[in-house]
């Protein structure tokens, strides 16, 4: 019960803007004058929390402001993704302190791992941050994930990955404890914890990276899933008469909405004046940039595939949201950023014309408040998450 308190406490005062008061933390909370005095006493002590002015609100004395040491405490955050590894260091408050991105040097994991060990130290030294203030790593990897034991299973775009345990052997590497969740995962928690609106109501996530996912938030909390698998949508089907997919049926999301379906899309077209295909994520990454460029200049054909991609991707948010009845949808991940202008125009109409609920109310369509590390920031919002965000669950006793 202390533990959980001491939580709720951290995340109002986190929450606020300017700090609360002992006093304005009873309100805020519902706990007792005296759970609040010897809690707040503890983390003044502990150095999560100072004092930060007084303020005078009626009558009596001035108040004591209470507000959070951003600086008390960091967390280390890493996306892996087939084409770039993203690296972030987060303090307390969910800020970026210092980033760095490298390229995925190939699919061997020993390579993967010993490059992710170099750069995070190399991260932390650059920030000039104590390791002993590093609460610890969250990896943002793609799924599936065998979470109780902390290995990655055959990700489609990381070849030779067989139940690769990555969350034991990257803690041996680094010294530090290592939180391994999916990436679709994490990103949504990002969002959750960044954001100051996100936690009221429901929310659907699309992730849009090398591969396609999707997370869903309700009451205050992400939907990890029986296995932490939630989200694997690559083999919803969009288009009927789309093509092939590995799995046997046509017009999947795999093989009709991530980037390099849409690249292939856009060389079948005549988009690109070579008829060299991109294969390789670095080339795909490279083309596909060229595409929006092209399409935000105005170039009808670029401007074409991404219309109809955004269509396709329409279908996909108008299934899921059929089924999940969620308040808002989010757009983030890598690729966002690039499409945002054309996805953002182009979704919300048709999806309101496809939503069960349109009689109802009206569902939004938002992109991502954190930016296209999403994911690298929602890795290090998992390990504060777990040390800042109140459960209910903290509260069950163990047999």
């Not at 009927?240 to 292939?264: F, H, K, S, W, Y």
């Not at 109310?361 to 690298?376: F, I, M, N, S």
Request: net charge negative.
């Amino acid at each position: 019960m202390g533990d959980f308190n001491q939580s709720v406490i951290l995340e109002a005062i986190r929450r606020s803007d300017a700090g609360l008061s002992r006093i304005e933390l009873v309100e805020a909370t519902g706990l007792s004058a005296q759970t609040i005095t010897n809690i707040t006493r503890r983390l003044l002590d502990e150095g999560f929390i100072a004092e930060g002015g007084r303020t005078i609100n009626g009558p009596g004395k001035p108040r004591v402001t209470l507000r959070l040491v951003a600086e008390s405490r960091f967390s280390v955050g890493v996306h892996l993704d087939p084409a770039v590894i993203t690296f972030v260091l987060l303090d307390m408050s969910g800020a970026v302190v210092h980033r760095r991105v490298v390229r995925t040097p190939d699919k061997d994991p020993r390579r993967i791992v010993e490059t992710v060990a170099q750069t995070i130290d190399l991260l932390i030294d650059e920030a000039g941050v104590e390791r002993g203030l590093v609460s610890g790593i969250g990896v943002a990897a793609p799924g599936p994930l065998d979470a109780e034991k902390g290995t990655v299973i055959d990700p489609p775009k990381l070849h030779g990955w067989h139940r690769v345990p990555l969350r034991s052997v990257l803690a041996e590497a680094t010294g530090f404890e290592v939180t391994l969740e999916k990436d679709t995962t994490a990103a949504a928690v990002g969002e959750l914890w960044t954001s100051k609106t996100m936690t009221e109501g429901s929310f659907l996530f699309i992730y849009l990276g090398t591969g396609l996912g999707a997370s869903v938030v309700r009451e205050g909390g992400v939907i990890a899933g029986s296995s932490h698998n939630f989200g694997e949508i690559g083999h919803i089907i969009v288009d009927p008469d789309g093509p092939r997919c590995l799995c046997g049926m046509r017009g999947c999301v795999e093989v009709v909405c991530t980037p390099q379906a849409i690249v292939e899309q856009a060389e079948a077209a005549g988009v690109f004046e070579d008829d060299r295909e991109a294969s390789d994520e670095r080339a795909v990454d490279a083309r596909f940039t060229q595409l929006c460029e092209r399409a935000a200049a105005g170039e009808a054909p670029a401007l074409g595939v991404l219309r109809r991609a955004a269509g396709h991707v329409t279908v996909l948010i108008a299934a899921l949201t059929n089924v999940l009845d969620v308040d808002r949808v989010v757009l983030g991940g890598p690729f966002w950023g690039r499409l945002a202008a054309v996805y953002l125009e182009e979704i919300p109409a048709p999806l309101h014309r496809l939503s069960a609920t349109r009689a109802v109310r009206e569902l939004p369509v938002e992109g991502t408040v954190v930016g296209d590390d999403v994911g690298a920031v929602g890795a290090a919002c998992v390990v504060l998450d777990a040390v800042l965000t109140p459960r209910a669950s903290d509260l069950y006793l163990e047999d």
